[in-house]
């Protein structure tokens, strides 16, 4: 009989796969090993692969936490699947669809990923299906995620890019209305709700909400989600809403990072002057309504320009920073007190008349005496105060009442309290 042909290794047969193979530590989600489409459609080699993990090559999985939660849904499934995009050396992205089985193999366990190039596949998807799919499949591409809402039914659909954006796979997301009321953010859902039910009622022409949706892994990202009706019933009662939804994270973050910057002083940390008006015009509103008085001081450091001319400015910097920091220690909690402008401060007393408020100033004053008596020159502050009352408050003469009084206040010698 003529010899049997010896068969190649395991290894020389993975090589000859079309697919990428990864065995995976599902712990740390570290590659122990990979065949040669693994490394090579990265652009890398069996050794730099070797570095990698899940975590540095999937972009669409974001630290371990995430990893956990989908090392725990590969243990519980025969075969768990999930759409991604992984990182190529050169910088752009490859499309990937990943299957991934669990064993163990002398006590130790792994997980072996099979991860399928579907870039062509994804491309070629547009011109097989009729304009109206074509036209699906481009907006699915073109936005983080869709929605399909079938009303009468309770089925709600969700795009494989919206379950990609927030960490899932694409058997998971069970196609129902509370997966996704479920993961808003309770101090949004009310909101949220209200404007989706006011569509529905025909008082808005589109849904449309900016709010915090819960990721896989239990973190919020900020999303723009917005929808329309586009099937009702005989009755004219919506039966099917699509919309789609964006991850506004990153905008979101630097918006509210905008805002926290107009919001405060960056030298004193009070409020800005910015945040001050605000402040003001709503105290003053509620004052109004409510019919109780509205107290206003202008606070001023004495002699600050010499402070800054003999010391330099950053002595004059420190100076401001003590003075906020003493007359806000001094002002209740239902006070609001802000850098105005240079060396002066605003401060907003509802429901405080103008005696109530000369003396909380008076207080004011000493503290800033006896605190800064040993400062060279002595820091002294001047207040002018005003107060008026319900619905006769008018913020332009109240405020110059009280800018009057804190004149009469440096004329008189500094270091005093006037009231206007």
Known sequence: MPAATPLPNAETLFDQLADAVYLIDPETSAIVWANRPAWASLGLSREDVLDHSVLSLQKDVHGLPQWSQIAEAIRSSDCFRFLGRHRHQAGHEVEV???????????????????RDITNRVADQGSAHS?????????????????????PGGHLF?????????????EEMLPRLDTWTQNVHADDAA?????????????????????????????????????????????????????????????????????????????????????????????AAACQRLGVPLGLAF?????????????????????????????????????????????????VAPQTDA?????????????????????????????GVASAEGPQIDLTALMARADAALYRAKQGGRNRVERG
């Not at 669809?97 to 991860?115: I, K, Q």
């Not at 304009?131 to 009303?151: I, P, S, Y």
């Not at 402070?307 to 100076?319: F, I, M, Q, R, Y």
């Not at 005696?355 to 207040?383: F, G, N, W």
Request: glycine share 8%; net charge neutral; hydrophobic share 40%.
């Open 158 to 170: 969700f795009s494989p890019q919206l379950k990609r954006m927030l960490g899932y796979g694409p």
């Open 355 to 383: 005696a109530q408020l000369a003396v909380l100033a008076e207080k004011l004053r000493l503290s800033v005496r006896d605190a800064m008596c040993t400062h060279q020159p002595p820091v002294t502050i001047s207040v």
């Open 191 to 283: 909101r949220v709700m209200a404007a989706l039910e006011e569509h529905m009622q025909g008082k808005r022409m589109r849904y449309e909400a900016e709010y915090r949706l819960r990721n896989r892994n239990g973190h919020y990202l900020w999303v723009h989600d917005r929808g329309r009706v586009c099937e009702s019933d005989a009755q004219g009662r919506p039966t099917r809403l699509v919309g789609m939804v964006q991850d506004i994270s990153e905008r979101k973050q630097l918006e509210l990072r905008l805002q926290s910057l107009a919001a405060q002083d960056m030298l004193t940390g009070l409020a800005s002057r910015l945040e001050g008006s605000h402040v003001l015009q709503a105290q």
């Open 131 to 151: 304009r109206e799919k074509q036209l699906w499949f481009a907006l699915n591409e073109a936005v983080d995620g869709l929605w399909d809402w079938d009303v």
């Open 299 to 347: 606070i001023d450091i004495d002699h600050f320009k010499a402070v800054n001319d003999e010391h330099g400015h950053l002595a004059g910097d420190e100076v401001l920073k003590a003075v906020a920091q003493r007359v806000q220690a001094g002002v209740r909690g239902s006070d609001m007190l802000c850098r105005w402008g240079g060396e002066e401060f605003l401060l």
């Open 97 to 115: 669809e990943v299957n991934t089985t669990h064993f163990t193999l002398d006590g130790r366990a792994y997980f072996l990923s099979v991860a």
